[in-house]
């Protein structure tokens, strides 16, 4: 024992430069994943016991779990930071300056971590728990479907924290809005209103385990009776004691109030700002950038408009009339919503064939179409899951089937932007790249929101520029539209946040109530969208302008992709550097 005690004071006294930055990566990657048992679980990490023990778990939402987190990212950036770049190859250097953005803006935020919402419609404790089970969690085997089981048994404790977590910075007079606790509210209604057999939780690991043949049908029914009986005896009841807390606040709040109407919300928006964006950007500045995009855009349409002999109303009015136009048939039976999926399926095999042009790298991980779960349909948004490295889970699509995403002229821009080529091209390939450290393929610190939803909205711009639009007109104004949306988005997200903007005044600037709602609990993220899609384009042209004859648009395309998922100011370099190494 002695001996070994004196093998560990060797070890502790060895110079940091005896650890290579790639046992630092693999080393301090594996303690970040390991206190986080909910990232351990998507990210399939370990292997073995190791992994199956924290498959039965779920990451605290408490204050003192956040801190601890803190602590740790504040004493990785003092290790990483004692390694010289100097030695380091491109990919490492890349590397070591991401890790030290991510890690450096999880220290950033913590003065700013009271300024948010344990529960909310979007993207609070009750939708990440249920999304944790039916979208993430791996359910092949009968391990696995114990482990969900298990892994529901604490899903009423971990709610149980979010609802201190809520009456803590309530206390400090940080609630959302009455428009945002009314949805909450009605939204965690619809989870528990049904049975706790027909709960989507509980039908969820039915169908998985219907479709995993090794599972017995004795054991299947077990385990369903397990997880009703959690659903009914736990999880309910904790839902509706959230439910209370929520309505115990109507009466406390004002109708509006954006994040800067805190005090000290400004500067925690300044922080959500700098995060999203990854510029210096300020709240004025991207407003103006807005603005000025919107009335470019709308330039565009009205000519498009105009050729069709659609002449009368507003942008918006005439956009809102030919979506209208173009909705698929009432009532919204199940054979309607059916139907979107496959349209969606046909678009994206479409988009698969198309891509070949464009790009020389694609991934290998299929793509899988699927609806939105009904609970959450009314609040979500299209959304992109990725795939696992070990090829355990296919990249997701999730499609909402609501009323207002029922037009067949808006299928096409929101599936090239999730799926084909945008965030299923950018994602799947990086979760591929083994020229990458781990932590980057697998985005365990994070996603950098500018690049990846710049290159989601990067995507749809590029299609219609490679006309896959000219054969249908209507659908290219549905892809203009999606651009003044994210560039209305600019305008409406620091309206709201720092310029007293109300909903409504949002909505009537051309936003969905659902939309306006989802900027209100997750500030300065749909900055990001048109900021990051804008550089993507600046270095395209600057990169074409830069190398004239010898420009081609697949190598550009393979070296923003190749780089990875990084801060906008990180990629600009990498590209000075391809246009450098072309002469």
Same mark, same amino acid.
């Given at each position: 024992?002695?001996?070994?005690?004196?093998?560990l004071?060797?070890?502790?006294?060895?110079?940091?430069?005896?650890? @290579?930055i790639?046992?630092?990566?693999?080393?301090? /990657?594996a303690?970040?994943?390991?206190?986080?048992?909910s990232?351990?679980t998507?990210?399939?990490y370990?292997?073995?016991?190791e992994?199956?023990?924290l498959?039965?778990?779920?990451?605290?939402?408490?204050?003192?779990?956040?801190a601890? !987190?803190t602590?740790?990212?504040?004493?990785?950036?003092?290790?990483?930071?004692? $390694?010289?770049?100097?030695?380091?190859?491109?990919?490492?250097r890349? +590397?070591?300056?991401?890790?030290?953005?991510?890690?450096?803006?999880?220290?950033?935020?913590?003065? $700013?971590?009271?300024y948010?919402?344990?529960?909310?419609? $979007?993207?609070?404790?009750n @939708?990440?728990?249920p999304?944790?089970?039916m979208?993430?969690?791996?359910?092949a =085997?009968?391990?696995?479907a114990? =482990?969900?089981?298990?892994?529901?048994?604490?899903?009423?404790?971990?709610? =149980?924290?979010?609802?201190?977590?809520? *009456?803590?910075?309530?206390?400090?007079?940080?609630?959302p809005?009455?428009?945002?606790?009314?949805? @909450?509210?009605?939204?965690?209604?619809?989870?528990?209103?049904?049975?706790?057999?027909?709960?989507?939780?509980?039908?969820?690991?039915?169908?998985?385990?219907?479709?995993?043949?090794?599972?017995?049908?004795?054991k299947?029914?077990?385990?369903?009776?397990?997880?009703?009986?959690?659903?009914?005896e736990?999880?309910?009841?904790?839902? !509706?004691?959230?439910i209370?807390?929520l309505?115990?606040?109507l009466?406390?709040?004002?109708?509006?109030?954006?994040?800067s109407?805190?005090?000290?919300?400004?500067?925690?928006?300044?922080?959500?700002?700098?995060?999203?964006?990854t510029?210096?950007?300020?709240?004025?500045?991207?407003?103006?950038?807005?603005?000025?995009?919107?009335?470019?855009?709308?330039?565009?349409?009205?000519?498009?408009?105009?050729?069709?002999?659609?002449?009368d109303? /507003?942008?918006a &009015?005439?956009?809102?009339?030919?979506?209208? #136009?173009?909705?698929?048939?009432?009532?919204?039976?199940?054979?309607?919503r059916?139907?979107?999926?496959?349209?969606?399926?046909?678009?994206?095999?479409?988009s698969?064939?198309? +891509?070949?042009?464009?790009?020389?790298k694609?991934?290998?991980?299929?793509?899988e179409?699927?609806?939105?779960?009904t609970?959450?349909?009314?609040?979500?948004?299209?959304?992109?899951?990725?795939?696992?490295?070990?090829g355990?889970r296919p990249?997701?699509y999730?499609?909402p089937?609501r !009323?207002d995403r029922?037009?067949k002229?808006?299928?096409?821009s929101v @599936?090239?932007h *999730?799926?084909?080529?945008?965030?299923h091209?950018?994602?799947?390939?990086?979760?591929?790249? /083994? *020229?990458?450290p781990?932590?980057?393929?697998?985005g365990?610190?994070g996603g950098?929101s500018?690049f990846?939803?710049?290159?989601?909205?990067?995507?749809e711009r590029?299609v219609?520029?490679?006309?896959?639009?000219?054969?249908?007109? &209507?659908?290219?104004l549905?892809?203009?539209?999606?651009?003044?949306? !994210?560039?209305?988005?600019l305008v409406v #997200? /620091?309206?709201?946040?720092?310029?007293?903007?109300?909903?409504q005044?949002?909505?009537d600037y051309?936003?969905?109530?659902?939309?306006?709602?989802r900027y209100?609990?997750?500030?300065?993220?749909?900055?990001?969208y048109?900021?990051g899609?804008l550089?993507?384009?600046?270095?395209?042209?600057?990169t074409?302008?830069?190398?004239?004859?010898?420009?081609?648009?697949?190598?550009?395309? =393979?070296?923003?992709?190749?780089t990875?998922?990084?801060?906008?100011e990180?990629?600009?370099q990498e590209?000075?550097?391809?246009?450098? +190494?072309?002469?």
């Open positions: 024992m002695r001996a070994v005690f004196a093998l004071l060797l070890l502790s006294s060895l110079p940091l430069q005896a650890q @290579t790639g046992d630092f990566f693999d080393s301090f /990657t303690e970040w994943v390991r206190g986080n048992p990232l351990a998507g990210l399939r370990f292997e073995g016991e992994q199956d023990r498959d039965r778990q779920i990451t605290p939402f408490t204050q003192a779990y956040d601890e !987190r602590a740790l990212a504040r004493r990785g950036l003092g290790q990483l930071r004692g $390694f010289e770049r100097a030695g380091m190859t491109d990919v490492q890349v +590397s070591a300056d991401l890790l030290d953005w991510q890690l450096q803006a999880i220290v950033d935020a913590e003065p $700013f971590s009271d948010s919402f344990p529960l909310n419609q $979007f993207r609070g404790a @939708t990440a728990l999304s944790l089970l979208r993430i969690h791996p359910l =085997n009968e391990r696995d114990e =482990n969900y089981v298990a892994k529901l048994g604490q899903v009423a404790g971990r709610m =149980n924290q979010a609802i201190a977590e809520t *009456e803590r910075i309530g206390a400090k007079g940080i609630i809005p009455r428009y945002i606790l009314d949805a @909450t509210i009605k939204q965690m209604q619809r989870f528990a209103d049904p049975s706790p057999g027909q709960n989507p939780i509980a039908t969820t690991l039915a169908q998985k385990m219907e479709a995993a043949p090794a599972i017995s049908a004795e299947r029914a077990a385990l369903s009776r397990q997880a009703e009986t959690i659903i009914a736990q999880v309910y009841p904790a839902w !509706r004691k959230a209370a807390l309505e115990s606040q009466p406390k709040v004002a109708a509006e109030k954006g994040l109407e805190y005090e000290g919300g400004a500067a925690a928006y300044a922080n959500r700002l700098r995060y999203y964006t510029t210096q950007l300020t709240a004025g500045q991207i407003h103006e950038i807005g603005l000025k995009e919107v009335a470019r855009i709308e330039g565009e349409m009205d000519k498009l408009f105009r050729q069709l002999g659609r002449t109303g /507003t942008i &009015e005439r956009m809102a009339k030919l979506e209208a #136009d173009r909705m698929y048939p009432e009532p919204l039976s199940e054979a309607t059916a139907q979107v999926m496959k349209d969606i399926e046909a678009i994206v095999r479409d698969q064939k198309r +891509s070949e042009s464009l790009f020389d694609r991934p290998k991980a299929p793509l179409v699927q609806p939105t779960p609970f959450m349909e009314n609040n979500a948004a299209a959304n992109y899951t990725p795939p696992t490295a070990d355990s990249g997701i999730q499609y089937r !009323r029922m037009s002229v808006s299928l096409r @599936t090239y *999730e799926g084909i080529p945008g965030h091209f950018q994602i799947a390939l990086q979760v591929e790249n /083994t *020229e990458l781990r932590f980057r393929q697998i365990a610190f950098i500018a990846s939803e710049g290159w989601g909205l990067y995507a590029l219609a520029e490679q006309g896959w639009y000219d054969d249908d007109p &209507e659908g290219l549905n892809a203009l539209d999606s651009q003044l949306f !994210r560039a209305r988005r #997200d /620091t309206g709201l946040h720092s310029k007293g903007w109300t909903r005044r949002a909505v051309g936003i969905p109530v659902s939309e306006v709602e209100v609990v997750l500030p300065g993220q749909a900055c990001s048109m900021t899609q550089k993507i384009v600046e270095l395209r042209e600057k074409k302008a830069a190398l004239g004859d010898k420009f081609s648009l697949q190598e550009f395309h =393979n070296v923003v992709l190749d990875g998922m990084v801060p906008l990180l990629l600009e590209v000075d550097r391809y246009i450098a +190494s072309k002469g």
